[in-house]
């Protein structure tokens, strides 16, 4: 009978007898009369001990050949062991090889620059650090739409290519659609959770989102994925009061499914543990004024720069609102302030310890005329809007919404020093491969 195919991270429970286990040989070391292989298949790694007196004449010699990589099937048997990582050590038995790389791995032991690194995204991938991460946003992922699922929100999609530009007129990925029109990728989808929204209450989009903006900073993507929930009858503290909610729920999350990967990540987990309600609320002009105090020449009226966000957040040990922003700095769609109308009601999440902006939500325009007169100010082709008003000409109602962008999270709780690495396949402006 052949011995039945497990899991690496199953192995503690088949401890005793022969199995198969189907993987990739990361690391070797020999000594002559044993060979020590260190397994991974992706639901973990094992130390598999192969005792050249114990296993076939020939697959110890196979075994001496192997270049970092190949691709293998080992069979052995599940020993417990108090001083392996996983407390499991693989006896082994035999192996077979899938593949022998004929070259050496590109990603060895030593330090390789960023560029290099990314040019090698594609098996980059393989390695403990980037296996941590992308489990992290798996879970930052699963843990927000398992939050909303449970709050009652239905997640209505919106559309990648569109007709109306979504936050504003610069930074837009515009291409030919067809012989007459242009079309833009999506920049969020507001506009339509906005629509949808009048339809079933509470709802969410969630998905990959563009901006052609030429950043060059450690917090911009040209590509990147944002999940926008929207609500009927949300007012702009309820907003707050949702993403306090979901954030909290999300830190909360991954502290309890990922600290293996947090600790690989040699993240600073009582950090982390500090994330809980209630976060602090600053008004923009407060904002300016701490900023200010900490040396930053950002006048009243602007918006905050990368640099300011990053020294103001290192002053908190939770995330920040910041709230009621300058009209003139924001997007169209955002409401006016009812005692102030140079402000909006608005707010940005701002992440602590330097990270800065993670959501960026308002309360909308509900009013036709103000809007279409903000549609107007920002000089917006304002036919291509006019489903968008229909929403104020047909029912029109308080609603509140906002955008989180995943990466900026993911950099965040993982304690990132750059974006790139939030993405499996980070786009930037001078990335596109692989
Ligand atoms: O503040 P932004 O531009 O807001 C919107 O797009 C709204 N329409 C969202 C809404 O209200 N439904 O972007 C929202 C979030 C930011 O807070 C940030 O987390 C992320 O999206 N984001 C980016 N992430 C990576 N790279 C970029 N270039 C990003 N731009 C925005
Ligand atoms: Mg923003």
């Excluded at 020999?30 to 076939?56: A, N």
């Excluded at 009048?198 to 969410?204: C, E, N, P």
């Amino acid at each position: 009978m052949s011995a039945p195919w497990v899991s690496i991270s199953d192995l503690s429970s088949h401890t005793g007898s022969e199995v198969l286990v189907q993987g990739w040989l990361y690391n070797m070391r020999s000594s002559g009369k044993i060979h020590f292989l260190q397994l991974r298949d992706g639901t973990g790694t094992v130390q598999g001990v192969m005792v050249k007196s114990e296993v076939p004449e020939a697959d110890f010699e196979t075994a001496k050949g192997l270049w970092i990589e190949a691709s293998v099937r080992v069979r052995g048997i599940p020993r417990v062991d108090a001083r392996a990582p996983s407390g499991i050590e693989l006896t082994v038995t035999g192996i077979d090889v899938i593949q022998n790389p004929t070259q050496e791995y590109p990603i060895g032991k030593k330090e390789h620059g960023i560029d290099f690194l990314l040019d090698h995204r594609h098996i980059w991938l393989r390695s403990s650090r980037q296996v941590a991460i992308l489990r992290i946003r798996d879970r930052v992922i699963w843990s927000a739409r398992e939050y909303l699922h449970n709050d009652g929100y239905t997640l209505v999609d919106s559309p990648i290519l569109t007709g109306s530009i979504g936050e504003g007129a610069s930074g837009l990925f515009e291409l030919d659609y067809f012989e007459t029109t242009k079309a833009y990728l999506a920049q969020t989808g507001q506009l339509y959770a906005e629509a949808a929204a009048a339809a079933l209450g509470k709802v969410y989009c969630f998905g990959p989102t563009f901006r052609a903006e030429k950043s060059k900073t450690r917090r911009h993507l040209t590509e990147f994925w944002m999940i926008e929930p929207e609500v009927a009858f949300y007012d702009h503290v309820r907003n707050m009061d949702l993403q306090e909610r979901l954030v909290s729920h999300i830190v909360k999350e991954v502290l309890a499914h990922c600290r293996a990967e947090l600790e690989i990540l040699e993240r600073d987990i009582p950090k982390l543990e500090k994330v809980v309600a209630p976060f602090y609320h600053l008004q923009y002009d407060e904002a300016i004024d701490m900023l200010h105090k900490l040396g930053s020449k950002t006048p009243y009226g602007d918006d905050l720069g990368n640099e300011d966000e990053t020294i103001l957040t290192q002053q908190f040990d939770k995330p920040i609102f910041v709230e009621c922003y300058p009209k003139k700095v924001k997007a169209f769609y955002m409401k006016q302030h009812p005692d102030n109308p140079d402000l909006i009601l608005c707010d940005d999440l701002l992440a602590p310890e330097g990270y800065g902006e993670i959501i960026g939500g308002s309360q909308r325009e509900d009013d036709y005329d103000r809007l279409l007169a903000r549609i107007r100010e920002q000089g917006l082709p304002e036919a291509s809007y006019d489903w968008y008003l229909d929403l104020r000409r047909y029912g029109t109602f308080v609603h509140s919404g906002f955008g989180m962008g995943i990466e900026r999270v993911v950099a965040w709780v993982c304690g990132l020093q750059h974006i790139r690495e939030a993405s499996p396949w980070p786009r930037t402006i001078y990335r596109l491969v692989p």
